[in-house]
T-cell receptor, first 116, second 113 residues
Framework: EAGVAQSPRYKIIEKRQSVAFWCNPI?????LYWYQQILGQGPKLLIQ????????DSQLPKDRFSAERLKGVDSTLKIQPAKLEDSAVYLC??????????????FGPGTRLTVL | AQSVTQPDIHITVSEGASLELRCNYS??????LFWYVQSPGQGLQLLLK??????LVQGIKGFEAEFKRSQSSFNLRKPSVHWSDAAEYFC???????????FGAGTRLTVKP
């Protein structure tokens, strides 16, 4: 079974520019997550989708970050405009459902964003 | 505030030596507990998880972890470390069983030949 795919793997932009990341989850996984991992820290959940609906976006900086999963499959995370502090690795993960002892999140390789 | 603490930022062990990575949490109830490993340039891979039952949990790659309620700890152990175990290790908790996981800051493991 193919894993979680993310692109691009690396992105360098200047502050105030916009950027978009793409994620394709494992086939059949209903739940999709976006995490931000700043250097030296653990991943922080930004947003969680169940199919094409948002379950939790409480930690998403909505003034500049947006995410969508229109058809309930792949997803896009956008930052506009970017700030220096947005430099991080953006991880996408997916799971069959949300919650439950047998559920597991599978992570993609991440997109490393550098904002200059 | 609710938190996950990994007290050791960086640990170095010799190949073949035993390993213990510490994790403490400050949630009121017994959350679901996880350990993940992240190799350079890779995503996170689940090593093991604890939900209930036996407090000693076996995982992949020869790792195990023990949940100690009295100490609010979930330490990861391996009896004999291999050079390929060099990576970043993250402890995570899911308080409400809704896959809203909170991660510790991670412990970087270096393995000496």
């Amino acid at each position: 079974e193919a894993g979680v795919a993310q692109s691009p793997r690396y992105k360098i932009i200047e502050k105030r520019q916009s950027v978009a990341f793409w994620c394709n989850p494992i086939s059949g996984h209903a739940t999709l997550y976006w995490y931000q991992q700043i250097l030296g820290q653990g991943p922080k959940l930004l947003i969680q989708f169940q199919n094409n609906g948002v379950v939790d976006d409480s930690q998403l900086p909505k003034d500049r970050f947006s995410a969508e999963r229109l058809k309930g499959v792949d997803s896009t995370l956008k930052i506009q405009p970017a700030k220096l502090e947005d430099s991080a690795v953006y991880l996408c993960a997916s799971s069959r459902t949300s919650g439950g002892p047998n559920n597991e999140q599978f992570f993609g390789p991440g997109t490393r964003l550098t904002v200059l | 505030a609710q938190s996950v603490t990994q007290p050791d930022i960086h640990i170095t062990v010799s190949e073949g030596a035993s390993l213990e990575l510490r994790c403490n949490y400050s949630y009121g109830a017994t959350p679901y507990l996880f350990w993940y490993v992240q190799s350079p340039g890779q995503g996170l891979q689940l090593l093991l998880k604890y939900f209930s039952g036996d407090t000693l949990v076996q995982g992949i790659k020869g790792f195990e972890a023990e949940f100690k309620r009295s100490q609010s700890s979930f330490n990861l152990r391996k009896p004999s470390v291999h050079w390929s175990d060099a990576a970043e290790y993250f402890c995570a908790v899911d308080e409400y069983n809704n896959n809203d996981m909170r991660f510790g800051a991670g412990t970087r493991l270096t393995v000496k030949p």
